[in-house]
């Protein structure tokens, strides 16, 4: 694949172009030991180059997991916003600078790029930096199921009939966000955990619920009609597990408001993780650590 690009300097120039220049990380990588491991990670709907972008959760998981194989299930890079206004803090350089370091380890990364960083769908079947950019790709689990993995936004009635309505739902949403970062800024101050008020009036709308679960149903239908076992998707940032007519169906969520991975243990067991959580649970396991450190140093010292 590399040959390929080295007889496509075009191409890769092309790509080069339409990715933010990556430097050295401002936030240096941890030791890679004590991370937790697993055989395959999901993760999609990053949103890179937006403020909604939870950069230092994501910063976080990357140096606290690692796998064999990483899928970036779409939406990375949010390139309708970056067309508008240029947003490109150091944290974003560091996810990007730690993709790029797994792939050089030895890490398979595969991207499939979705409606928000669709300029990189022009790349299908090429290779940069170690990343294999694909418009969809098929997993084999370590128990044998086969999974189909795509976007999601092929399935959405609204990206598809209409288009421009799905850019004022974007503009929306971006508001949405913008609220969401003032409530969680409230919040740090008070040492409160990272809150999702878009996850919640989600949920709480009974529109936007009909349109996820018909979703779901909807793209687990597509997957059993072209005869796998499963599907794993992002694009509605609602991380799910769930079985429709025998196919499974997975949404690795986002990092915009949950918040989540898809991960894949090695005996073929999937599970979400839902990272803010996760810093809530270190943290209190690190809290009560430290005070039974303290407990035993006096009772050693009566």
Request: charged fraction near 30%.
């Amino acid at each position: 694949m590399l040959d390929e690009f080295d007889k496509k300097g075009s191409h890769q120039g092309a790509i080069i172009s339409a990715f933010p220049q990556v430097h050295k990380p401002s936030r240096p990588e941890p030791s890679l030991e004590g991370r937790r491991k697993y055989r395959t990670i999901w993760i999609s709907d990053v949103h890179l180059g937006t403020k909604g972008c939870n950069a230092d959760l994501l910063i976080d998981f990357l140096d606290n997991v690692d796998s064999e194989t990483m899928y970036l299930v779409g939406d990375i890079i949010d390139g309708w916003r970056l067309k508008k206004k240029f947003y490109w803090p150091a944290a974003h350089n560091d996810i990007v600078w730690r993709i790029l370091k797994r792939a050089k380890r030895g890490t398979r990364i595969v991207y499939i790029p979705g409606n928000h960083d669709e300029m990189f769908r022009q790349f299908t079947g090429l290779n940069f930096g170690g990343v294999e950019i694909r418009r969809a790709a098929f997993h084999t689990t370590a128990d044998g199921r086969r999974l189909m993995i795509l976007h999601g936004d092929e399935f959405d009635a609204i990206m598809l009939a209409h288009r421009w309505l799905a850019f004022v739902g974007d503009a929306l949403y971006h508001l949405m966000m913008g609220l969401n970062r003032w409530v969680n800024a409230v919040r740090r101050k008070f040492d409160l955990p990272y809150w999702s008020l878009s996850k919640i009036a989600k949920h709480k709308v009974k529109n936007a619920v009909e349109f996820i679960s018909r979703y779901e149903e909807i793209v687990a239908r597509a997957a059993g009609e072209r005869g796998v076992d499963g599907v794993v998707c992002g694009h509605i940032h609602t991380a799910e597990m769930r079985e429709f007519n025998g196919i499974e169906y997975y949404n690795d969520g986002d990092w915009v408001e949950g918040c989540n991975a898809l991960v894949e243990h090695f005996d073929g067991r999937m599970e979400i993780l839902h990272w803010a959580d996760e810093v809530i649970k270190r943290a209190a396991d690190r809290e009560v650590a430290e005070v039974n450190a303290e407990s035993t140093r006096k009772s050693a010292a009566a």
